[in-house]
Every structure is written in C-alpha cells, then in structure tokens.
C-alpha cells in the first residue's frame, strides 16, 4: 500500500491543474477508491479532497507571488468563479490572494511521500474469514465522528433502546456471537478532521428477516472478513486497534478494503478495564 500511496502522490502533482476523478486515480494505482479514500486519510491524517485542495492553493500562492493575476490563477486550478477561489484561499491562509499579490505572503503545504515506520514491533492478533450473507437488525442514527472516549451521542441511542426491542433484537440474533452489534458505514469526507457524521447501528446479527416496525435492518452480502481480537479497557484498546489497522496493518498487509459497514463488539462480563473485543472490516486480497 506504501507503493500505491507514492505512486498516488505523482498521479496527484501531474494533474492539479486537471480535473481529478478519484475513481481514476484509484484505477490508475490498481486499488478500489473505497480502500483508497479511507487507508489515505488514516495514514496522512487527512482526508482526499482536503489533500488535494490544499496542494492546489499551496500552488496558487506561489503563482500569485510570481506575478500572476487573480482570475488566472483561479481557473487554472479548476475554481469555477474567482469569487470561490478567493474564499478557499483565505480560508486556508488567512489572506486574501490580492493582498498575497501586495505583501507576499506565503504559506506552503509540501507533496506528502509515504514509508513504513516500524514501531515497537507489537503483533496485532487477527483472522481471515468467509462469511455467507447476513443481516443486521437494530436501530440506528447519524452521530458526530469522534476519535477517542464515549462518544454521547451513542451512549444516547443505545440508551434509547427500549425493553421491546431489546427482546426482539434477543429473539432475531442466531448468529456469533449472539450479543450486541455496532457497525458504523456512511462517513463523512471529515473524518480525519475528526469533523461531520457517520451512521451508527447497534443491533444483532441474523439470518432472519426484520418484521418488527420499530426496528431497521443492513443486509450485509457474502464477504471476507479480516477479524481482528483484543483484550484491554474500553474504549482505548478498541479504538487503538482502529488505528494501527489502518495505520500499520493495511499498508503492509496482502488485503485491501471493500465497501461495507465495519462491525466491532465488546464483552463486558469482566469489567471495562479488561473487555474481551473484536473489529470486523471487509477486505479483498490485492
């Protein structure tokens, strides 16, 4: 993956001045644009399209210091007015591009490169399985994205889940490991901005249909999981994993992400300062 994100890098420089499908410059590297999109803004810290635009408007500063005009600048790197280049400019540095002209102002947003930085050598513990299709069924709802702790805006739907429900979700999860659920799909672009929503699902697993009202289901296809086990406090052990997953086990690893909601659970029976937890994320070899 380090190779694909380099090779990613040059495709990006040759074409700021274009406009940039990222569906071909995941195509161009040989992996899908969903793996691409979500192991880029975990190792860079930052999603895509920010990337992207910030090295653009790095450009644009340095072309209006040489002496180019405003409107130039503007549509050369794809703005479709200059009114709109010149909020994004200011947005980013705090200066308008005619008083980057007049005072000279520079700000710089460096091309990233990429390598493996091993640290540590800890052994992330996982398997590699075939799961027939199945259902999720539960209750669900946008919350804000959040790195670290309990997000409250979770703890508030699975609070809001009533007795009923519970009893139903009980009733309907025939399939491991026959507790709850959460599975989180549908992020926004800031999520490595720790900004915007994703949907969060807190439900059973199925081979049963919904056929209650008050409850939602996902229909999850036939895929390969990567499982991945661990055993520590919650939230941190879970939500360290989520990182060096894609921080450290995607780059290096043979698989690469597919489109689906990434499931975890947790077992509380000893206590939250050693919870047993596993990562569910679905992946496709290279």
Same mark, same amino acid.
């Given at each position: 993956m380090i190779q694909e994100l380099n090779r990613l890098m040059d495709y990006i420089e040759k074409h700021l001045t274009e406009e940039i499908s990222l569906s071909?410059?995941?195509?161009?590297?040989?992996?899908?644009?969903?793996?691409?999109?979500?192991?880029f803004s975990f190792i860079a810290g930052i999603s895509l399209t920010e990337y992207i635009k910030n090295r653009r408007l790095a450009l644009a500063n340095t072309d209006l210091i040489k002496g180019k005009s405003v409107t130039d600048v503007a549509f050369k790197y794809k703005y479709q007015s200059v009114e709109g280049f010149s909020r994004a400019f200011r947005?980013?540095?705090?200066?308008?591009?005619?008083?980057?002209?007049?005072?000279?102002?520079?700000?710089?947003?460096?091309?990233?490169?990429?390598?493996i930085d091993v640290k540590g050598g800890v052994s992330m513990d996982f398997k590699i399985e075939e799961k027939a299709a199945f259902n999720?069924?539960?209750?669900?709802?946008?919350v804000?994205?959040?790195f670290e702790g309990i997000n409250s805006a979770v703890q508030e739907l699975a609070q809001s889940i009533t007795e009923k429900q519970r009893m139903k979700m009980h009733e309907l999860g025939d399939l491991y490991p026959r507790q709850v659920l $959460?599975?989180?799909?549908? !992020?926004?672009?800031?999520?490595? *901005?720790e900004q915007g929503?994703?949907?969060?699902?807190?439900?059973?697993?199925t081979t049963q249909e919904n056929q209650f009202d008050d409850l939602e289901q996902i229909q999850i296809a036939e895929k390969t999981w990567a499982i991945f086990h661990n055993k520590g406090p919650f939230p941190q052990t879970l939500q360290d994993t989520w990182g060096k997953i894609?921080?450290?086990?995607?780059?290096?690893?043979?698989?690469?992400?597919?489109?689906?909601?990434?499931?975890?659970?947790? $077992?509380?029976?000893?206590? !939250?300062?050693?919870?047993?937890? *596993?990562i569910w994320i679905a992946v496709k070899e290279k």
């Open positions: 071909e410059a995941a195509k161009a590297i040989g992996i899908s644009e969903y793996h691409l999109k979500r192991t947005d980013w540095s705090g200066f308008l591009p005619s008083e980057v002209i007049k005072n000279r102002q520079q700000k710089s947003f460096p091309r990233r490169s990429f390598y999720l069924i539960g209750v669900a709802k946008r804000p994205i959040q $959460n599975a989180s799909y549908a !992020f926004d672009e800031g999520r490595m *901005e929503e994703l949907t969060h699902f807190i439900g059973f697993a894609y921080s450290e086990w995607l780059p290096s690893s043979d698989y690469e992400l597919v489109q689906a909601p990434e499931i975890s659970f947790t $077992n509380f029976d000893d206590g !939250f300062e050693d919870c047993y937890s *596993e």
